[in-house]
């Protein structure tokens, strides 16, 4: 078991498995929460995720009476996934003791492939959505958006799951001391693509094709946040690979953010507006936020 010294000298250990055989020999709450990742880690994770469920919790009341009267098939869809993938998510927060338990290897991997890709999901589906402009309304959009990113999540789901069961790279169970050059390799891909898609958006933003984006400042405060997450994790990958004991610090650090973080963020920029404005000021809002965008600047001109 880890002394208290260890605990609160960093919160994300250089190596979380080195904790296995006395993890097996620990028992309640005190095991469930030090063991593995450590204290602040697993609490760092734990506490915001559970925030976020209360929270959708104590407003599902009245989210549904805003989701009947609205009847927009596309907020009704992605208010289910979020909240399915909400509970997905809280759950991996709270077993992160599974990953250094003999044993649950298989159930730890399965989880963290349904979780992750559920995440990723709604990440695809929300840029899906959003990038398709004034034309996203009504149930063939939602058709459209869901396809596209079943697809590609599925693709993703597939690979992992070859990398995971086919051929036994660890995905999800981190180990700094021995790290494998295929898994961060691995890592390293899929971060790389999603960090050039929310760079090649930031890049239109500031280029002739701006108008083609959603005319929210929200939308952008979004993708700048993921495109610095993805490049902080693409970096922590590439240097994990490479032996970098911070590259394995670092790489905890983002995926605390993420997974504490990225459910939050999501409803901020996507629901919020839905169910907490009016129509008619709703409609002031994104008015408000296209001048501030400078969309109607031409008209001046």
Same mark, same amino acid.
């Given at each position: ?124 589906? $929300?840029? #899906?959505?959003? *990038?398709? =402009? /004034?034309? &996203? %309304?009504?149930?063939?959009? +939602? ?90 994790? $693409?970096? #922590?990958?590439? *240097?994990? =690979? /490479?032996? &970098? %004991?911070?590259?394995?610090? +670092? ?51």
């Amino acid at each position: 078991m880890q002394s208290l010294e260890s605990i609160t000298e960093s919160p994300f250990p250089q190596n979380p498995n080195n904790s296995s055989s006395s993890s097996s020999s620990s028992n309640g709450l005190y095991g469930w929460l030090v063991e593995c990742h450590g204290f602040w880690h697993n609490l760092a994770l734990i506490i915001p995720s559970l925030l976020f469920v209360l929270f959708l919790g104590f407003q599902a009341k009245k989210n549904f009476q805003k989701l009947s009267h609205g009847r927009s098939y596309i907020m009704i869809s992605y208010y289910g996934c979020l909240w399915l993938v909400s509970l997905l998510n809280l759950v991996w927060c709270f077993v992160q003791a599974w990953e250094c338990t003999p044993g649950k290897e298989m159930a730890w991997n399965i989880l963290s492939l349904f979780t992750t890709s559920g995440m990723l999901f709604l990440e695809v589906s $929300l840029l #899906a959505f959003l *990038l398709q =402009g /004034n034309h &996203a %309304s009504g149930l063939q959009a +939602l058709t459209r958006t869901f396809v596209i990113s079943g697809l590609i999540v599925g693709l993703d789901l597939l690979l992992k799951a070859i990398y995971l069961f086919g051929f036994g790279v660890p995905l999800f169970i981190d180990n700094s001391e021995h790290p494998r050059q295929i898994k961060w390799g691995l890592w390293v891909v899929h971060r790389l693509v999603l960090t050039a898609i929310y760079g090649s958006i930031l890049f239109m933003y500031h280029s002739k094709w701006r108008e083609r984006l959603p005319a929210r400042p929200a939308f952008y405060k979004y993708v700048a946040f993921m495109f610095i997450l993805n490049a902080l994790e $693409l970096f #922590a990958c590439a *240097l994990t =690979g /490479n032996g &970098a %004991s911070f590259g394995f610090w +670092l790489y905890s650090a983002t995926i605390v953010c993420y997974h504490a973080f990225y459910l939050p963020l999501l409803y901020i920029t996507f629901l919020a507006d839905f169910f907490e404005e009016e129509d008619m000021h709703l409609e002031n809002v994104y008015y408000s936020e296209m001048k501030d965008a400078g969309f109607f600047d031409a008209d001046w001109e």
